[in-house]
């Protein structure tokens, strides 16, 4: 990880500290920091074209259109 990427994190950590209630607890910081970490490798994997069409996926689970 370079210098400029975790300097990225320490400013969104920071962000997402002081968008905490009050009275947050340790899992409340788990779950922000799980989905955010969900949310990010989500956009890349869009960014660098690793998509799954709708109809594929339904098609996958059997689900109808």
Known sequence: ????EIKGVKSA????????????????????????????????DAAEGRLVDVAEVRRQFGLVE
Do not use: E, I, K
């Not at 990880?1 to 400029?4: C, D, F, P, Q, T």
């Not at 500290?17 to 009050?22: G, I």
């Open 1 to 4: 990880m370079s210098n400029v």
């Open 13 to 44: 950590v920071r962000q997402l500290a002081d968008a905490l209630p009050d009275d947050a607890t340790w899992d409340d910081v788990m779950y922000r920091v799980y989905v955010r970490q969900a949310v990010d490798a989500g956009l890349r």
